[in-house]
Each structure stands twice: as C-alpha cells, then as structure tokens.
C-alpha cells in the first residue's frame, strides 16, 4: 500500500455528541445470502448504523434504484410499490457479487446559525465554516439543499469484480479492493468521485457496527481522492461522507450538498 494512502485514522465509541447529521444507508438482512433465496433489503436513517427509523419506498424522492451485476440489469425502482417496506426484497440467480444502488432527489432544509455550524464542523466541513465566519454568516440560519446517493454490495457464494464498478452516482465511493476478501486487521482503499472525477480533501467516516456497539474511524482524501481504513473487526460497515459548496442556482439555498453512503459486511 503507498504511503499516501493511509491518512491519520481516529477510532473512538460513537456518541450521539459526535455526530448528529442524519444518514441514509441500504442494508441487506444478510450481506452473504444463499443463490435463489429471497433477501429484504432495507432503507434505514439514523446516525453511524444506529437505525433511527426505517424508510418505505417512496416513487417520487426516488431517482433511480438498480440491481448491478455480471448479469443484465434490475430496476428495482420499476417493482417496487409506494410505501413497501422494506424497500425490495431481492432474490438472486446464480453466484457473484451484487450492487444495489439508489439516488434519491434533492430536498430543502433550514437549520438554526448554532446548529448548522455544529454540523459543519462534525462532517469536517471546515472550509464552509470558515467561510461563513469570514463573511458574517455563522449567525444566521443555515440553508442547504441535500442529495443522496446510496450504495451496498452483496455476496453471493464466490464473488467477482462487480464490486469496483463505478455507476455514474453525482458522489461516489468506489472501494479499490474486494471488500469481502479483506481480512481482518487489513486495509480497504476506497477513491471518492465527484462528477466522475477524484475528489481531493473530503473527511469520509467509517462506521462499523457489531455486538450492539458501533466504532468509528475518519480519514480525509488524498489528491487521488483516496483514503484507507482498517477492517479492524466483523460486522457491518458503513462509509459515508457530505460534500458541500454553494448553491449557486437555487434561491432557496446558500448550500449545496452531496451524500455518499456504501454498506457492506465483514465476516
């Protein structure tokens, strides 16, 4: 591994003082299912794996909704009905490694002057902080329009490269190796893309939850737009990241964001 790809990681417990912007992630029931067994996949929002509620299918929020692998396709947006929860229940043909993946519209919010900076600095969005302290902003409101980009991988029985294919999200994590053959106590490169190109100084999160605990760790892109973490332990993983800038067409707000989230599990 070059030594530009492993940044400082910083482990810690995660308190609900840490982290407070709300995630969207997929989560299958199993990550490693049976070929031809019927497997719910989920929608969860909450805070670094710590499920808050579960999300129903919604048609109208929902861009796009696919099932990627060596074989052809899956709309799973097509098939699925509004309010069905879990999201899809999928069932899968033959072995390989499978990528769900989900874009969901933009939404509005507004948030309070302390609030939204607190969430500034939690996400590592320092420059946008610094910003607003720059130009008399941090005491008013913070208005930000939000999108997410959702992804997970699945393996069924031996697993192929499905897992390194980028798919065109606004913001996307790409892992640069199989997460499912990393062991324990190794490292997993992923390279974060913006508009298909690398994107260079993001703070990205790694959240891994197992025995009803969840740890931590975060580490910031390098040029390549890359960063490490350690598989440090089994569970399910979650790496997310919010990219922020001005919102330069939308007179409803002075922000911009981006949310990547990808899911898998280590066994």
């Not at 989900?102 to 946008?128: C, V």
């Not at 393996?155 to 199989?178: H, Y």
């Amino acid at each position: 591994m070059t030594k530009h790809l492993l940044p400082a990681l910083s482990v810690l417990l995660l308190s609900p003082l840490l982290v407070r912007a709300h995630d969207y992630w997929l989560q299958a029931d199993t990550f490693f299912p049976a070929v031809g067994a019927p497997v719910p996949v989920r929608l969860h929002v909450g805070e670094g794996l710590l499920s808050e509620k579960e999300r129903p299918f919604q048609k109208k929020p929902t861009l796009a909704f696919r099932l990627l692998s060596a074989r052809a396709p899956v709309n799973l947006a097509a098939r699925a009905k509004e309010g069905d929860t879990p999201v899809a229940r999928v069932t899968f043909p033959a072995a390989g490694t499978y990528l769900l993946a989900m874009e969901r519209a933009p939404q509005r919010i507004e948030m309070e002057a302390k609030k939204f900076n607190a969430y500034l600095a939690e996400e590592g969005l320092d420059a946008a902080l610094a910003q607003r302290r720059k130009l008399g902003e941090d005491k008013l409101p913070g208005r930000e329009r939000y999108s997410r980009y959702l992804k997970a991988l699945v393996q069924v029985g031996k697993g192929d490269d499905v897992w390194k294919r980028a798919v065109g999200q606004r913001l996307e994590i790409v892992p640069l190796l199989d997460p499912f053959s990393v062991k324990k106590g190794g490292k997993l490169p992923v390279r974060i893309l913006f508009d298909g190109k690398p994107l260079a100084g993001a703070k990205v999160f790694a959240h891994r939850r197992a025995g009803g605990k969840t740890a931590t760790q975060s580490g910031v892109t390098s040029a390549k737009g890359e960063v490490t973490f350690e598989l440090d332990g089994t569970g399910t993983w979650l790496v997310r990241l919010v990219h922020l800038r001005r919102a330069t067409r939308d007179k409803g707000a002075d922000w911009e964001s981006f949310w990547g989230a990808l899911t898998f599990a280590t066994r």
